[in-house]
């Protein structure tokens, strides 16, 4: 993974920099220790390390935008960080970065169940927001799995999904506001607790740009009213291609599921070792989810199961309670710690369209022979974001590179049936040098004009999303 | 009056351009700008439809009847439910989806399912210079860079030409019911909307209708779909928790919703048109503050509060000073969809603020340096007629 090189004008003003940053921040929230600044080094994608010059931790909007217009000053660059969850790199640093972490700021501000919205601050995790309004029946519905650690921040930065985003629509589907601080210290309002906000959508904008616009320190979010209740449905198969064809006929006959899961043989086999769910034996199994009152779920499961049944599969499995609904989730939700106990893997997040399914898994085990890696298929099937696990092991020499090369394939491959390099866990360094794979340079320019207008000397999370290439003339020119 | 044929086409027309360019769809909506007309129909067609994956991708100038015609045969529907607005602004043309998009236009179920933009899967334009630009694509859930598709839905051609557009279409459920609830005041009426939304009956129309022009009483609607056991379920529900004068079902329902989507009440009658985004706690309190300060309106409140449709006398400012005072205080912003702009000199958009309005200016400027595109129309830095021109460097 190449990295901008260090600027040695920056690393040698490290005194001044930490000095200006005490003025404004208490003593506790400017970590400058390399023993310390080590616990910044790296976010959920662990390959790639780096520790920062600095961490700031500032508790209020103020204070942020204190230490933008500090490092604005001295020209250094500023990566945002959430919780550290990212699985592309959103918050890998450079050396001669300063950590901007919004940890500390996990107050709620606002709540107001007649407008059905929430304000927090950003450092809040995903889980807690719904934890704060939950109580009055409501939730907040982008669930991405990593949502116990994983914060507003870097949801919105990463316009985060989750399962249930079939039917409620991602973190751009379901945030209103953002109170923002640009590079340069000044702190804007976009949108805010009411649906239209007429003008330009900036927040549209912003929300999954990586955090290179702006640093959002406060989210207006749309809260739900929770179901009365939910329930899935179990279906194994005998062939991917029928459990692709099920998802696109249940799709077309009408029924809104909330999530549509889709797990593979390899997936299966691993779960059942490692959970013991028992699941069927089968090539391909779906996991369908509807909500509703008992009799409304009862209504969408007899279409849904319908439908599987025209299919011959291996089982058809309704549950009737919340045991039986546990017991059917158990082996999805243990899906990666599974895969972690066998072996290392890379989790890749491209999107495809769901009709070419079996293109795509039949060329996937094609790969799979050719790079002498195994992959393991877990993934959203109902919007076609697929999750492919490739196991690899760390400790031999040229697996991770190997890995890395299959995993760029799959990728190319996505783009190639008229999908996309990413479906939810943004671009980061991870997938910044495919990017040309999807887009031609006009559409890169495009996107690089908007950071241009937001943060004209790209100081912020500069060295992402775009191959270095292509940003190299605007990240040089401070 | 340019008419390309296909994206090369728009590109080199826009390339070419020596002046101001007027964009158009059907010309239905009433935005057209001074200068050239550029008119997108001849970039018409279905690119590819999945009813299977709720996929379409259409050509930006398709007619929004052949949409709903070709979606309809798979018995699918575009679910943000985009407002006509010809009747409310007597205008005549062919409505196109570019335009839909491109104003960002939604209707009632806006409330439920989100906006045109959330509905977007991809966008291909043509910016000020000429350049074609794709961004976004064709599958529902994508993060791959930044999304340019939201910033575009809502530009109103004034970031570039839209050629083609990628949309989440949604199966037209089997069954719908309205309670239709009478005479009450806004206030009540909206506490009860925003009661049913507080349901898990997942209600996907809550409006209020005041006594239009003195013929009827006023009249709150509450809309569920769905299949045919749960929609009757539903509508028992919010039935015994609020009431019902009446339950209008099928085709009776759907004609409600279509009225109050093209605001028909508001349509060949006198007057300015106001919409105004706002909090539905606060919508009440509005129009109360407006009628204390001597602004006569009539209102039509959806999205349970949050849209007020607001018909004044075409007299004076239109109405702008009080109501977008009444609006700063509530909070929330004002477009004037219906009045006379070069007469009253009001503008129709509200500033979003210093710094928004200056990176709303950045990103036009980076798009369209020349200031070509729909010039003027969303410009919050230049106010008032004239603005338009002085922003075109040289018009020949």
Known sequence: MQMPVPDSRILSQKPQLTAALRKVLPADAVITDPAETRAYECDALTAYRCPPMIAVLPSTTQQVSDVLKICHQFGVPVVPRGSGTSLAGGALPTEDCVILGVARMNDVLETDYDDRFIRVQTGMTNLSVTGRVEGEGFFYAPDPSSQLACAIAGNIAMNSGGAHCLKYGVTTNNLLGVTMVMMDGEVVEIGGPYLDSGGLDLLGLICGSEGQLGVVTEAVLRILPKPEGARPVLVGFDTNEVAGACVSDIIEAGVLPVAIEFMDRPCIEATEAFAGAGYPDCESLLIIEVEGSDAEIDEQLAVITAIARRHNPVEVRESRSSDESARIWLGRKSAFGAMGQINDYMCLDGTIPVSELPRVLGRMNELSDEFGLKVANVFHAGDGNLHPLILFDANKDGDLETCEVMGAEILKLCVEVGGCLTGEHGVGVEKRDLMSHQYDPADLEAQMAVKDVFDPKWLLNPAKVFPLANSETRRGAQ | ?396
């Open chain 2, 1 to 396: 009056m340019i008419r390309p044929e296909n994206e090369a086409q728009l590109a080199e027309a826009i390339r070419d351009a020596s002046g101001a360019l007027s964009i158009r769809g059907g010309a239905t909506r009433g935005l057209s700008p001074a200068g050239a007309a550029i008119e997108t129909s001849g970039l018409h067609g279905v690119r590819l439809y999945e009813p299977g994956a709720l996929t379409l991708v259409v050509g930006a100038g398709t007619p929004m009847d052949d949409i709903d015609t070709i979606l309809g045969e798979k018995n699918q529907r575009l679910a943000f439910e985009p407002m006509d607005h010809r009747a409310l602004l007597g205008t005549s043309g062919v409505p196109t989806i570019g335009g839909v998009a491109a104003a960002n236009v939604s209707g009632p179920r806006r409330l439920q399912v989100g906006a045109a933009r959330d509905h977007m899967l991809g966008v291909r334009f043509v910016t000020g210079t000429g350049e074609i630009v794709k961004n976004g694509g064709r599958v529902m859930k994508n993060v791959t860079g930044y999304d340019l598709v939201k910033v575009l839905a809502g530009s109103y051609g004034t970031l570039g030409v839209l050629s083609e557009v990628s949309l989440k279409v949604q199966a037209i459920p089997e069954a719908q019911a309205t309670l239709v609830l009478r005479g009450q005041g806004m206030s009540d009426a909206l506490a009860d909307l925003m009661r049913a939304m507080s349901t898990p009956y997942d209600v996907s129309g809550a409006a209020y209708v005041s006594s239009v022009n003195g013929k009827t009483g006023s009249e709150r609607r509450i809309r569920v779909e769905g299949m045919a056991g749960s929609v009757a379920y539903r509508a028992g529900k919010l039935a015994d928790l609020l009431g019902a004068d009446a339950v209008i079902e099928g085709e009776d329902s759907a004609a409600l919703w279509q009225e109050l989507r093209d605001v028909a009440p508001f349509a060949g009658r006198d007057g300015a048109v106001w919409k105004v985004s706002t909090r539905p706690s606060r919508a009440a309190g509005l129009s109360q503050a407006l009628v204390e300060g001597g602004q006569p309106h009539e209102v039509i409140a959806d999205w349970s509060g949050g849209l007020l449709w607001l018909l004044v006398p075409e007299a004076g400012d239109l109405g702008a000073a009080a109501i977008r005072a009444a609006v700063a205080q509530a909070g929330g912003h004002a477009t004037l969809i219906r009045g006379d702009l070069a007469r009253t000199g009001v503008t129709r958009f509200q500033s979003q603020g210093p710094i928004q309005d200056r990176l709303a200016a950045g990103l036009r400027a980076r798009f369209d340096p020349r200031g070509i595109l729909n010039a003027g129309l969303m410009d919050m830095t230049k106010t008032g007629p004239g603005a338009d021109a002085a922003r075109v460097k040289d018009p020949v």
